[in-house]
């Protein structure tokens, strides 16, 4: 009688090792599915917050007929950089807080001759980069 107790026990131990296999086995099919998709995730989000700082942007240029060089930045949102060279300012900033991407970095404003560009570095947070870690570009990926 005993060693029919142990021989269940064990037999309990072998079905829970079978048990914790199995779920070992599922967990590595699907996680790489759900990291794809939370990287994505995080660059729809950059994609949402870069048209927002747009939309500012856009604001900015009605009320001053052009847009802030490379060097004023997208800080320009917050407050006049120069009263002499953009009198329409509004009275209140076009952004209350600059957002930072997905990855908590800030955003990159370059502006060639009034074409504006948007940046993200992405997940590693550096010029370039291969698939969720490849910068982000508004006017490439954000504007399908």
Request: charged residues 30%; contains cysteine.
């Amino acid at each position: 009688m005993k060693n029919r107790k142990n021989l269940r026990k064990a037999f309990s131990l072998i079905e829970l090792l079978i048990v914790i296999a199995i779920l070992g086995l599922l967990v590595a099919m699907v996680a790489p599915s759900l990291m794809d998709r939370a990287d994505q995730a995080k660059r729809d989000q950059v994609c949402i917050q870069m048209a927002e700082i747009n939309k500012a942007l856009d604001m900015f240029k009605l009320d001053n007929g052009v847009l802030p060089d490379t060097e004023e930045g997208i800080e320009a949102l917050l407050a006049n950089p120069d009263p002499e060279k953009y009198p329409g300012y509004s009275v209140k900033p076009y952004m209350e807080r600059l957002p930072k991407d997905a990855w908590k970095s800030p955003f990159t404003y370059i502006n060639q001759e009034g074409t504006v560009e948007l940046i993200s570095f992405g997940s590693d947070r550096k010029e370039g980069g291969e698939e969720f870690a490849s910068d982000i570009f508004f006017t490439k990926e954000c504007q399908k």
